[in-house]
């Protein structure tokens, strides 16, 4: 799978539409071809659950599983201006906010929580918006003033809040750790972060968004301990931190890459694996890009179900931070049976967050963004009739 987007034009942003203004030349555009050949808060420790085998030879959920803990969308706009290959400009964010003339992203969390039953977002932006197009780990405060106020609206709706580097594991095409930016310096970005968000843990740290092409996985695991370290060491001893496997995050790729063994010896300072939490993407279409309207699979026999063997066997769990389809009766179909699945095995999948919203335009292929008219909103079709926790689930 590799399900993720490009920034083809970040400059030329979109037209004015119900609620703010939409970038028009932003999409999911990865090929598929690249596939690999081969209710507890967050602040307590990954559930100790049964390994037993079912009569069929795969792991059963305890009777407690039944319910995700975290159900969400994205809100993009912060990560517009990067491209797959981690090169960014910190001028093409676009904040989705309506006091830097963005949608308003702040609306539709309060839709989406208060009318939806939704309890995350995932907030994405460029490394290089952070720091100004400098190469660091230091924050430029400026910068952090906007993309901080679009976190302050997500806490404020009383969600949790996903901050999410979007850079691929990359900084301008070099990878981090393995030609590219020191582990140091990556490190240095996230105890930066850290230490502005130590004190709630409404807060989620995604360590990266998508690495993919990564030659060595053990490498990256351990830039991966580098970034966990240096966030424990900042003072934010008990946050949900999110960790990225290669290909593109995918979680059927995620055990026979070599992400599952590679990243399970990812630790806390004090040697346990206490909310270190998997981080998986997968879309459904045909090619598992999420550059297509319609929907095939449900994932279950070939993602979710070998993974969530594995998870109980290593007494871990994961979180689905990307996924979604086309508003389309297919992608209803089987984005909730993905849904009811997850539901059924919350013992090791925390929950769920929708691709996307915010600064999207409507006619976006994974349009998520609602309509918003004076003090109502209207969803699309797929958050209506299948992502919305209180949705009547199409089965």
């Known amino acids: 799978m590799k399900s993720t987007f490009l920034v083809l034009l970040a400059a030329a942003l979109g037209a004015y539409a119900q609620g703010g203004l939409y970038a028009q030349y932003y999409s999911q555009c990865i090929p598929g071809t690249a596939a690999p050949s081969s209710s507890a808060s967050p602040s307590t420790a990954p559930s100790q659950v049964s390994t037993s085998a079912s009569p069929t030879g795969t792991s059963a959920p305890p009777p407690t599983a039944g319910k995700l803990r975290f159900t969400g969308v994205n809100i993009a706009g912060f990560d517009f201006g990067c491209s797959t290959d981690g090169t960014c400009s910190a001028s093409g964010a676009y904040p989705p906010l309506l006091e830097y003339y963005g949608a308003d992203g702040e609306g539709q969390m309060k839709h989406f929580v208060n009318d939806d039953g939704f309890n995350t977002f995932r907030l994405p932006v460029g490394w290089?918006?952070?720091?100004?197009?400098?190469?660091?780990?230091?924050?430029?405060?400026?910068?952090?003033?906007?993309?901080?106020?679009?976190?302050?609206?997500?806490?404020?709706?009383?969600?949790?809040?996903?901050?999410?580097?979007?850079?691929?594991?990359r900084w301008n095409t070099k990878i981090i750790g393995q030609g590219g930016p020191s582990n140091e310096i990556f490190a240095d970005l996230w105890?930066?972060?850290?230490?502005?968000?130590?004190?709630?843990?409404?807060?989620?740290?995604?360590?990266?968004?998508?690495?993919?092409?990564?030659?060595?996985?053990?490498?990256?695991?351990?830039?991966?301990?580098?970034a966990v370290t240096a966030i424990r060491n900042a003072g934010a001893t008990s946050h949900l931190l999110l960790l990225p496997g290669n290909d593109w995050t995918s979680?059927?790729?995620?055990?026979?890459?070599?992400?599952?063994?590679?990243?399970?010896?990812?630790?806390?300072?004090?040697?346990?694996?206490?909310?270190?939490?998997?981080?998986?993407?997968?879309?459904?279409?045909?090619?598992?890009?999420?550059?297509?309207?319609?929907?095939?699979?449900?994932?279950?026999?070939?993602?979710?179900?070998?993974?969530?063997?594995?998870?109980?066997?290593?007494?871990?769990?994961?979180?689905?931070?990307?996924?979604?389809?086309?508003?389309?009766?297919?992608?209803?179909?089987?984005?909730?049976?993905?849904?009811?699945?997850?539901?059924?095995?919350?013992?090791?999948?925390?929950?769920?967050?929708?691709?996307?919203?915010?600064?999207?335009?409507?006619?976006?292929?994974?349009?998520?963004?609602?309509?918003?008219?004076g003090s109502s909103w209207t969803d699309t079709m797929l958050v209506a009739n299948c992502l919305a926790p209180n949705a009547a689930r199409k089965q």
């Open 191 to 226: 105890a930066s972060i850290a230490t502005k968000y130590k004190d709630n843990t409404k807060v989620i740290f995604g360590i990266m968004n998508e690495p993919h092409d990564v030659p060595d996985i053990k490498l990256w695991a351990a830039s991966v301990q580098a």
């Open 128 to 169: 290089q918006f952070l720091t100004n197009d400098v190469l660091s780990g230091t924050i430029n405060e400026d910068n952090w003033v906007k993309y901080d106020a679009l976190v302050q609206a997500c806490l404020n709706t009383g969600a949790y809040c996903i901050v999410d580097v979007h850079n691929y594991a």
């Open 251 to 373: 979680a059927a790729a995620f055990i026979p890459n070599g992400s599952a063994d590679a990243l399970s010896k990812v630790v806390n300072p004090d040697g346990s694996v206490t909310n270190l939490i998997f981080d998986v993407h997968k879309y459904l279409d045909s090619d598992n890009s999420g550059t297509n309207a319609e929907c095939v699979t449900n994932n279950i026999n070939e993602a979710w179900s070998p993974l969530a063997d594995w998870l109980r066997e290593h007494k871990r769990q994961a979180f689905n931070t990307e996924t979604g389809g086309g508003n389309t009766a297919s992608c209803v179909k089987y984005l909730c049976e993905q849904i009811a699945y997850q539901n059924a095995n919350s013992d090791v999948y925390l929950g769920y967050v929708g691709w996307s919203a915010g600064n999207f335009y409507h006619g976006y292929v994974l349009d998520e963004v609602p309509t918003g008219s």
